[in-house]
């Protein structure tokens, strides 16, 4: 942090004072152990630490200026929410899934215990006084994509009042495809409704630029995981990831340009963070919502580079670009809900693509294995994990399934370890 006290913007949110602070503690402790503890990080990863640093102040400042300023403050759970249609109002979008095992007890008093530390973690943030996003937030957007979000939402607006659900088909005929672009117009409608803007044909394209240009940052960022050696490890690779989700887009963009530019330096002198020809590993699966580095943790540990992420942060948050070409409000309603459509999430049904997308990054990133990663009760992964196994022929897989907690750490890392000495 920068030394600034910002207690009393915590206690203005509502926060739980004493909670938040031990939270932090926790926080920047892990951050130290697993982070700051890297060997021949880039440079300009400094600016990625800072914004975490400072992920409950400097950036909670800025989101209350902003709305102070009259900009309404998006929050969501999930890669289908049109970013361009919240930035074309010149709205904030905000991620709010949570990545630790935080207020569990409380979450249970409204959910099952057996269900995803995804949404166990979003309602205990919540309840527990933890989450200062979701206090500055004016619209909170939920889906129907899993059923454990989708039943958890009610409860959530119960809790917050502020739940808009949009409605996402789970196969992608001619009729899902209709159903999806009534529902991303809907959505439209109710941030016009929120903004008191009307959303003109240059504000969408705007929006759209905006939020392709952080995508393409972050492919970029993609591409180059693809050197050998690795010039940067997953663990970091995964934190920008994760940061795309809270920062200022234009200002991540920017910032992402330039920690690809030292990388692409390194990888031109053959620099990196793992001797070359060291085990490069896919992850593929579950979302890891920040701070959740656990696997990533243990493999890079292990002595193997992690390359990607076949996830919802990461490759299924940037993979397609919305088509800048429309030329009324109409056509961009048409390409912006073609673009969501073609996202690859477990939750529907057939989901080959995502398949041939495994297989094709696991070519075009030199993996030497698969690690399949499904939070424990997420229905949807673990069962495509299967189909997933079939499908990746050319290099060893392993399915793992887990949760936040650090008690199967130990075995996972025996797992882990036996998995990387078979593929070396
Ligand atoms: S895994 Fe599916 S439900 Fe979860 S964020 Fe991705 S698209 Fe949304
Ligand atoms: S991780 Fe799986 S169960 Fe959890 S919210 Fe995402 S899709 Fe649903």
Same mark, same amino acid.
């Given at each position: 942090?920068n030394g ?43 600016? %990625? ?12 400042? !800025?989101?209350?200026a ?10 969501? &759970? ?21 990545g ?24 205990? &943030?919540?309840l527990s006084?933890?989450?200062? $996003?979701?206090?500055? *937030? ?19 607006n119960?809790?917050? +009042? +502020? ?7 789970? #196969?992608? *005929?001619d ?11 809907? %959505? ?8 008191? +803007? ?8 705007k929006g759209?630029?905006v ?38 887009? /234009?200002? &991540? ?18 620099t ?11 992850i ?11 696997l ?12 990607g ?5 990461g ?13 009324s409000?109409?056509d ?7 673009? $969501? ?6 939750? %529907?049904?057939?989901?080959? !693509? ?6 094709? /990054?696991? !070519?075009?990133l ?10 424990? &009760?997420?229905?949807? $992964? ?6 997933? !196994? ?17 008690e ?10 036996? %998995?990387?000495? #078979?593929?070396?």
């Amino acid at each position: 942090m920068n030394g600034k006290d910002y207690t009393k913007m915590w206690e203005g949110l509502g926060l739980n004072i004493e909670n938040h602070a031990g939270l932090l503690g926790v926080l920047t402790n892990a951050y130290k152990d697993i982070y700051l503890s890297q060997n021949n990080r880039p440079a300009a990863m400094e600016y %990625f630490d800072f914004v975490i640093s400072e992920v409950h102040g400097l950036r909670i400042e !800025e989101i209350i200026a902003a709305k102070e300023a009259g900009r309404k403050v998006v929050g969501t &759970f999930c890669v289908y929410v049109p970013e361009e249609i919240v930035l074309a109002a010149d709205g904030l979008c905000i991620g709010l899934c949570a990545g630790a095992e935080v207020g569990s007890e409380e979450a249970e008093k409204f959910i099952p215990r057996n269900t995803c530390a995804l949404i166990k973690a979003f309602m205990g &943030f919540k309840l527990s006084g933890l989450c200062p $996003y979701v206090e500055t *937030t004016d619209l909170i957007v939920g889906e129907t994509t899993c059923d454990g979000k989708k039943k958890a939402y009610e409860s959530f607006n119960e809790i917050t +009042k +502020k739940v808009y659900v949009m409605e996402i088909p789970h #196969m992608k *005929t001619d009729e899902d495809k209709k159903l999806w672009l009534s529902e991303v117009k809907r %959505f439209k409608d109710r941030i016009e409704g929120l903004s008191g +803007k009307k959303l003109t044909v240059d504000a969408l394209k705007k929006g759209a630029s905006v939020a392709n240009e952080k995508r393409k940052a972050l492919q970029r960022l993609s591409r180059l995981r693809a050197a050998d050696p690795a010039p940067i490890s997953g663990l970091d690779a995964l934190l920008v990831n994760q940061v795309s989700f809270y920062d200022d887009p /234009l200002r &991540f963009t920017s910032m992402t340009h330039k920690l690809c530019d030292e990388l692409s330096d390194r990888a031109s002198k053959g620099t990196g963070v793992a001797d070359k020809g060291a085990p490069r590993i896919l992850i593929s699966g579950s979302p890891m919502a920040i701070p959740n580095w656990k696997l990533h943790a243990i493999i890079e540990g292990s002595g193997a580079v992690v390359v990607g992420e076949e996830s919802c942060i990461g490759e299924r948050n940037h993979r397609d670009l919305v088509d800048e070409s429309f030329s009324s409000v109409d056509d961009a309603m048409e390409k912006i809900s073609s673009r $969501y459509l073609g996202i690859d999430c477990a939750c %529907f049904t057939p989901n080959t !693509e995502r398949l041939d997308n495994i297989k094709a /990054l696991v !070519e075009r990133l030199g993996a030497d294995g698969v690690i399949h990663y499904s939070l424990q &009760f997420c229905t949807p $992964y673990m069962m495509e994990s299967y189909k997933v !196994e079939k499908a990746v022929t050319e290099v060893p897989f392993m399915r793992i399934e887990t949760d936040y907690s650090m008690e199967d750490f130990g075995q996972l890392k025996t797992r882990v370890e036996a %998995f990387i000495e #078979m593929i070396q």
